[in-house]
T-cell receptor, first 113, second 113 residues
Framework: DQQVKQNSPSLSVQEGRISILNCDYT??????FLWYKKYPAEGPTFLIS?????DKNEDGRFTVFLNKSAKHLSLHIVPSQPGDSAVYFCAASAVGGNNDMRFGAGTRLTVKP | DAGVIQSPRHEVTEMGQEVTLRCKPI?????LFWYRQTMMRGLELLIY????????DSGMPEDRFSAKMPNASFSTLKIQPSEPRDSAVYFC???????????FGEGSRLTVL
């Protein structure tokens, strides 16, 4: 069962433009959401997170938006840079639960110079 | 401090052989996770441990898969007998309950011929 879904396997944007990566979840118990970034031959690394008490969290060029009613979150990267080219995974967990974290299938972002 | 350490980084074996993947979590982290990355399903949670105790192994594909955590600094994921469809990258991750963030190893790429 895919509790976290990333329906776009890939996204290509021009350098300097905005990248928007989307994620949907089905489990209403999830209350903590994260984005991870993965380069080839490396493990995923934490990028940004948001708890369910917020609807927006910003860190430099990266902003995560959460729409709890729609069970949807998105990651905005502005401006996009070639070094942002990677696979981005959306993840969710229930902090008060058993601490397991579920990931989406990932979206491969390519930022073209 | 060293990150999560996984071995081997690459494993090529023949169908029917036993495969053992190893993981050393970050010192002080009391949760450990095994994930499998495939093109179709992204990062799948196989099993996770809290304080060395397996909490949820519902993601383990079949009885051919088993995982152990004999102490706080070591875990193994074993596949016996291995099959070509087990070919994937297997990630180990660790965390503490308070951060909600997982720290991943670099992964073990398994190829079963």
């Amino acid at each position: 069962d895919q509790q976290v879904k990333q329906n776009s396997p890939s996204l290509s944007v021009q350098e300097g433009r905005i990248s928007i990566l989307n994620c949907d979840y089905t489990n209403s118990m999830f209350d903590y959401f994260l984005w991870y970034k993965k380069y080839p031959a490396e493990g995923p690394t934490f990028l940004i997170s948001i708890s369910s008490i917020k609807d927006k969290n910003e860190d430099g060029r990266f902003t995560v938006f959460l729409n709890k009613s729609a069970k949807h979150l998105s990651l905005h990267i502005v401006p996009s840079q070639p070094g942002d080219s990677a696979v981005y995974f959306c993840a969710a967990s229930a902090v008060g639960g058993n601490n397991d974290m579920r990931f989406g299938a990932g979206t491969r972002l390519t930022v073209k110079p | 401090d060293a990150g999560v350490i996984q071995s081997p980084r690459h494993e090529v074996t023949e169908m029917g052989q036993e495969v053992t993947l190893r993981c050393k979590p970050i010192s002080g982290h009391n949760s450990l996770f095994w994930y499998r990355q495939t093109m179709m399903r992204g990062l799948e949670l196989l099993i996770y441990f809290n304080n060395n105790v397996p909490i949820d192994d519902s993601g383990m594909p079949e009885d051919r898969f088993s995982a152990k955590m004999p102490n706080a600094s070591f875990s193994t994921l074993k596949i016996q007998p291995s099959e070509p469809r087990d070919s994937a990258v297997y990630f180990c991750a660790s965390s503490t309950p308070n951060t909600g963030e997982l720290f991943f190893g670099e992964g073990s790429r398994l190829t079963v011929l």
